[in-house]
């Protein structure tokens, strides 16, 4: 496969972040950046990516940053992984099968889809659902007791500090 | 999940093409891409990373040409594909959770794996174990009766006109 844009990462760990925030509060992607040491405009590019795909919102002015636009239980991984990479299918099948000196010239005789295509497509459906069937919901429950409480309440006062 | 190398259709056609080959028998690169209508130089480029990954094989010389390097029943779908892709994950983890001011100073908080990371890397497992599933072998028994008698026959007759 090929390596997924190397913003999902980066996303994925904000998006948990602002999935924690109280209903209202924004959090500005200045903050975000400095609590995983990123570049300020590395990860604004990937929040601005995640508000065109309806994933956050962003509020502006002075007091404003990032929350998400709806409850972390309808955000999926898939979400905010084509959010970052686009929506599009890893496999294009360009119809080669129709092309060259031995190809058919009766359409009717492609009216099934290539196998190969078929094969390729069901492989990335798994990989798509797979990243559908868990929420931002699932995956802050999920990860929460495997997060040492130091660190927890580190990030929470952190959070808590930078959010408006 | 980012668009694979183009070279796929091709090579995975391509490698079809061959697993039809009579034992010993090679067909030039130069034939295929006119059996496809691809230029020569694209495809002999994947054609080449097929070989370097073990899928094909190149005999040289004026009657030279390409085969498989093993049993149709022995090559899969994602050999084909990671040959020319690369064989890499798709998900590459840097660790952000141990970056910046509120990461855990502890190693050990970390000897788990980051749930981002195993969900991320047990979704792309569910693609590749679905293509690892699929030989050459099956795809050819499989697409067989989904292809028309007429250009069976074609085919056949051009790939018997072309190998070596
Ligand atoms: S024609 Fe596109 S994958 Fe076969
Ligand atoms: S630290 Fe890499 S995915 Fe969480």
Redesign the pocket.
């Known amino acids: 496969m090929r390596r997924l844009g190397d913003g999902v990462e980066a996303a994925m760990h904000c998006a948990l972040v602002l999935a924690g925030l109280p209903d209202g509060a924004v959090i500005p992607g200045r903050d975000l950046a400095v609590l995983y040491d990123l570049s300020e405009s590395y990860l604004l590019k990937h929040l601005r990516a995640l508000t065109a795909a309806g994933v956050t919102e962003a509020t502006s002015g002075p007091r404003g940053g990032y929350r998400l636009a709806r409850d972390p239980a309808n955000i999926t991984m898939l979400d905010v992984v084509e959010a970052i990479d686009g929506p599009g299918p890893a496999?294009v099948?360009?119809?080669?099968?129709?092309c060259g000196p031995v190809a058919s010239k009766e359409p009717c005789n492609y009216k099934k889809n290539?196998?190969?295509?078929v094969r390729?497509l069901q492989a990335e459906k798994l990989w798509r659902d797979s990243l559908r069937g868990q929420t931002l919901a699932d995956l802050a429950r999920d990860a929460a007791p495997m997060i040492d409480e130091t660190t927890k309440r580190a990030l929470a006062a952190y959070v808590d500090a930078a959010k408006r």
């Open positions: 496999f099948c360009r119809e080669i099968r129709q290539c196998l190969i295509r390729m």
